[in-house]
Structure formats: structure tokens, C-alpha cells
């Protein structure tokens, strides 16, 4: 039986605030629900679901609806009917299960841990969830090795992800009652998320970036502000200025794929090191030759997660963690000091 529409559009919520969107849900169920609009109009129903559901890559979702986990208007739809525009698209499907995945001795910097939750300071390069590509040496597989009870709980308890490239903190929950709460907190957006990001440009002040963000129209594996999209809203604030280059304290009220990456983009002021939404830079008057180098040579996205706050799962006590910027980004911000004129 599917479920109602007031259950799907709660799961979509809880789903989608992350910072990188994880496919979870209750024992790693997916339900989604959505009506297609005029801008689906004669595309295939596996490249309109692809882009209006951006969590998952489109062989996934070819591979359900042969399945038979998509309906259209009620019936098992098929990967390449052409769409009219206003037929119900309902989904239905489970992911693998989280004892399918193998545990890795993985090198883990825990900041917190007790009976309900444990806090990661997750490192450059390392995957958080086992997909396409790496199906192993991610967090996931490195929790299992550390705590193998976390198999009983969906996804290993990650509710939710950081980009590949993107360091900093990310929490877990260890038992039902914190991945429940957690859950709730994200779905209600009270979870505290603070990034650093160092952007090409220079912005005249602080601000506030409020759009839509969705599939990339062209490039399928990248985001883009859409209108089709999802609400997304970024706030950022300006801690220090270097030649050609700003340090934004940014944080996030929304939590969707690429979001702050995307949004900087979308503003003008791309990360440093961002290959997906960056953009090649001239010469940089009034930056050293050394640190227009480093910047240059920086070979990820320049964004630290910093700062994570939440309510504890059984106490209700009011939970901050703040973690130093990572090695490799903190390196090059010391040259950029050194160097700069701002």
C-alpha cells in the first residue's frame, strides 16, 4: 500500500535537510510523492524524475521504476513514457540494507560520543556513505568497524552527509530514539550548521542567498539554482579579505546538495578549489606570488565545518561543537595572511 501524501511530504523534509542529502528514512525506505509540471512536458519520466529528485542518480531511478516502485496516476509507470504535465508521480522503494556493507578499520576523529550520538570531525577525501564508485573506505563502512551495533539502525545512523571534499563536523545517531530526534531536528531546521569558505572576490558585506536549488538543466551531475528547485536559503558573513579572495562565515537553513557551493556560485563568488562550480582566475594584483600559488594549487572546495549545534536526544540539553579548520585549508589561510594585503 503507498503511503499517504501528509506522510510522504514529512519524509521529504526530514530527508532533505542535510548537508549533503542522504537517501534515508525509517529502515532506509524511500517514498517520495510529486506532481509534474509544465516544465516536464515531454520528457522522458526517468530524465523529469532525475532532475526533480536530485538525492538519487538517475540508474537508480531507471532501476525502480523497473522495478515497480514508481506509479504514475496510479499504475506502474514505465522509464520512457513521455510526460503530459500534471500526472502524480508516487515512489516507493528500499535502499540496501545497512548490514549489506562490509566494516573497515578507518581511521575515525570522534569530538563526542556517549549512549546516543557520536560527532565526527570528518577529513578531506573521505566518502561518508557507500555509492557508485566507492563502495568501500567510506565513514560508513569505518563506523561499522568502530561500532558494529550501528548496522541495526538505518544508514548506520548517518542522517546526514558532507560533501566528498568538504571537512569538518557531522553527527551520528548510536540508538532509535537519537535517529528519530535527529531526524525531527533536521526535518524543523533548529539543527546549528557553520561553515568557513574561502571565495574567489570580493563581497561588499554580508547577506543572505535565498533560491531554489535543483538538478543541473545540462551537467546531471552537478546542482544549479532552479526554478523547478527546492527552497534553499544561505546566509554568509565576511571574516577577513585577502587580495581577490574573502573568508565568509556562512550558515545554512536549508540543507541541500552542493547547497553553499552552488549558492556562492550563483552570487558570483565561487569556493576556491570548487572543480564543479569554480571558475579559472586571471592574475591577482596585491597577492604574493607564493600565495596566489597556493591558492591555485588548493585541491579541494575550501569549505570547513566548522560549528554544529543540536538538542541532545534524551536530556534535552542544548549541545554546541566548534572544530579547528582543517589542516590543509587553515595552511593555506596562514599563507594568504602572510601574503596579503587584507
Not at 515512489?91 to 550520538?117: G, K, M, N, T, Y
Not at 570528518?122 to 560508513?140: I, Q, R
Not at 526535518?187 to 535565498?210: F, K, N
Not at 538538542?311 to 590543509?328: F, L, S
Request: charge should be neutral; charged fraction near 25%.
Amino acid at each position: 500500500m503507498l503511503p499517504d501524501p501528509e506522510s510522504l511530504a514529512a519524509f521529504d523534509e526530514a530527508a532533505d535537510c542535510a548537508d549533503e542529502p542522504a537517501e534515508s528514512g525509517a529502515d532506509d525506505l524511500i517514498r517520495r510523492e510529486l506532481r509534474i509540471d509544465m516544465d516536464d512536458v515531454g520528457s522522458r519520466l526517468d530524465v523529469a524524475l532525475a532532475r526533480r529528485l536530485p538525492d538519487f542518480s538517475r540508474s537508480r531511478l531507471q532501476a525502480w521504476i523497473d522495478e515497480g516502485w514508481v506509479w504514475l496516476d496510479g499504475r506502474p509507470a514505465q522509464r520512457k513514457e513521455r510526460l503530459r504535465g500534471g500526472e502524480l508521480v508516487r515512489l516507493e522503494a528500499r535502499l540496501p540494507r545497512s548490514d549489506q556493507f562490509l566494516p573497515e578499520p578507518i581511521a575515525l576523529q570522534v569530538v563526542f560520543a556517549d549512549e546516543h550520538l557520536l560527532v565526527i570531525d570528518k577529513p578531506p577525501g573521505l566518502v561518508v556513505h557507500p555509492a557508485a564508485g566507492n563502495w568501500s573506505g567510506t565513514l560508513l563502512n569505518g563506523l561499522l568497524h568502530r561500532s558494529p551495533a550501528l548496522a541495526t539502525l538505518p544508514r548506520c545512523g548517518i542522517v546526514h552527509r558532507l560533501d566528498k571534499d568538504t571537512s569538518g563536523l557531522l553527527v551520528v545517531a548510536r540508538t532509535p530514539l537519537a535517529h528519530t530526534s535527529l531526524v525531527q531536528q533536521l526535518r524543523e531546521r533548529t539543527v546549528t550548521r557553520e561553515y568557513r569558505a574561502l571565495v574567489v572576490g570580493e563581497p561588499i558585506a554580508g547577506g543572505s542567498v535565498d533560491a531554489p536549488i535543483g538538478r543541473h538543466p545540462v551537467r546531471r551531475t552537478a546542482m544549479a539554482v532552479t526554478r523547478s528547485g527546492r527552497p534553499a536559503r544561505t546566509d554568509y558573513r565576511i571574516l577577513a579579505r585577502y587580495p581577490g579572495h574573502t573568508l565568509l562565515g556562512v550558515r545554512l537553513h536549508t540543507g541541500r546538495t552542493h547547497q553553499i557551493r552552488v549558492h556562492m556560485a550563483h552570487i558570483g563568488f565561487p569556493l576556491v578549489g570548487d572543480p564543479t562550480y569554480g571558475a579559472r582566475r586571471g592574475p591577482r594584483t596585491g597577492m604574493g606570488v607564493e600565495a596566489d600559488a597556493a591558492v591555485r594549487a588548493f585541491p579541494r572546495q575550501a569549505l570547513h565545518a566548522i560549528k554544529l549545534g543540536l538538542v541532545h536526544p534524551a536530556n534535552a540539553e542544548v549541545m554546541t561543537w566548534e572544530t579547528p579548520i582543517a589542516p590543509d585549508f587553515a595552511a593555506l589561510l596562514g599563507r594568504l595572511d602572510g601574503e596579503g594585503d587584507g
